[in-house]
């Protein structure tokens, strides 16, 4: 049987947020069939923006709908996902409206919102320059992550806006902020995975943003022609699944606004934004932040691609002199044996052990005989990798032996030599108590209305610990690199 936890995120990764069939109440939409050119769905709220009758539209030509004189589709690329504004000067009883056309596969979306009123230009260039510099070292990438959302403060007036970087699991973390007393802060606070279903993230890959201006405001029905419904995955206005719009509203949050942060093509993290109150953004403030962003995310690209290049080399300087070294000596067995402290240290390891045969080397803190019996019996025997990393070794020896109370990290590494058979070496942590700060304790998603019980996102995001025990210091990416890289050395070597 699921936990209710398992329960809640199964739901939630099955909702098809792209056929909600309704959009948010702030545009109106109009999708037109690519071959017929004729509408297909139409949301109902259509007259309060260009005043026609929406029953009326349906299965006319767009040119029929006469709201866009002199307007054509023509330049709108074929790629699904282009998007092309579109100026219309035709005022309507509500005043002038911005008008986006977006590209799906067999279908063109038309997205009608209220024109913004006219404002002070957004002095993107001015707020974008400081951005495309590449940031140095730690401190100046802080900066580069501030200097983001204070820009993005500036442009959008929310009150608190976040960057959201996820890990590897895909929870977050809050790493920057700028916010007012009214919200409060979420600053260093740790965010589940489920909060941001896969489902929810894949629309981020489609899409250079997502505006929830109203978190209270109904969703707007479309009317279609047949049974099938509208795919608004490219949609800015698709509607808010309810299960998110509960969660803002557990957050005391009015509005949000959210723009993907990609690095090397992979979603990073995200811009988050919150209002206490409604707060809309105009299709100029939206693509100012979306530039923004992009400007941000070359120099945090370039920042992480230099660092990578500095760690590479490094870490071949480092194995080539442990292996110079270990030439030196006739007996590998022996070379290792004296070089083993060097060897634990490459690692950032406080034990060592290495094995040819039956013979075994142990140094710092790491298993006694016994403990290393075990482990070597199971990696030499049973496991398929030539390569383990862990830092929760109980998940692989489940409370046996008492080597758990020595190490809880592991990196093992074996290779095969004519000479000598499997050659293993291991590196080792030992435990150390570790805590999360999440925002809510992330196992409490379940509510009881009226005696009721419910799947709901938590209620709570007041900090709260974890606190983990049995994990070592986590293996960074240049350790669990350094260990692959010096397996396949020392196969050339063995
Ligand atoms: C969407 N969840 C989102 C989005 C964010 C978050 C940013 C994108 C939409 C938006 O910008 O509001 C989560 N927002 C956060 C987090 C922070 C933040 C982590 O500001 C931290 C600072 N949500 C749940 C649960 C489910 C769920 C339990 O808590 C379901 C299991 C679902 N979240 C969910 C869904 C969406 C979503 C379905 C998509 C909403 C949509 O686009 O329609």
Known sequence: TLSMLEALVQRCESEQLHLSGAIQSFGALIRIDSKSGTVTHVSSNLADFIGTDPTKALGQKLEALNFLPGVSLEAL????????????????????????AVRGVDFILIEIERSAMPSAPIPVQQLQSPLLSVPYDDDEVMEHHNMLVQAFQMVTGYDRVMIYRFQEDWSGEVISEATTKALGSYLGLRFPASDIPAIARNLYVLNPCRMIPDATAQPVPLLGLGDVPADLAWSDLRSVSPVHLEYLNHMGVGASFSVPIRVTGKLWGLVAC?????????????????????????????????????????????????????????????????????????????????AIGNDVVITGEAPDLDGMGVIDDWFLNESRDTVVISDH?????????????????????????????????????????????????????????????????????EKWIEVKSGYSRPWSNDERMTAARFRNTLLQWL
């Not at 100026?87 to 009883?93: K, N, R």
């Not at 030439?327 to 034990?351: N, S």
């Not at 095969?416 to 291991?426: A, D, N």
Request: with cysteine.
């Open 274 to 354: 919150h209002s206490l109150k409604p707060h809309l953004l105009s299709h100029d403030q939206r693509s100012a932040c979306v530039s923004l962003t992009n400007a941000y995310s070359l120099g945090l690209t370039s920042y992480f691609a230099g660092r990578r290049i500095q760690s590479l080399d490094s870490l071949d300087r480092r194995i080539e002199k442990i292996l110079e070294a270990l030439a030196q000596h006739e007996d590998p067995f022996d070379g290792i044996d004296k070089m083993k402290d060097q060897l634990m240290k490459a690692m950032g390891a406080q034990g060592f052990a290495m």
């Open 393 to 461: 070794l109980d998940d692989l020896f489940h409370g046996q032996v008492g080597l758990l109370a020595v190490v809880s990290g592991m990196v093992a590494i074996k290779a095969r030599s004519l000479r000598s058979g499997w050659v293993r070496f291991y590196w080792f942590r030992p435990a150390m108590a570790q805590e999360v700060a999440w925002a809510g304790n992330p196992n409490k998603p379940v509510v009881e209305k009226a005696g009721v019980v419910m799947l709901s996102p938590r209620r709570s995001f």
């Open 77 to 100: 690329p074929d790629q699904p996902g282009k998007r092309l504004r579109m100026d219309s000067a035709a005022e309507f009883m509500g005043g002038r409206v911005d008008v986006l």
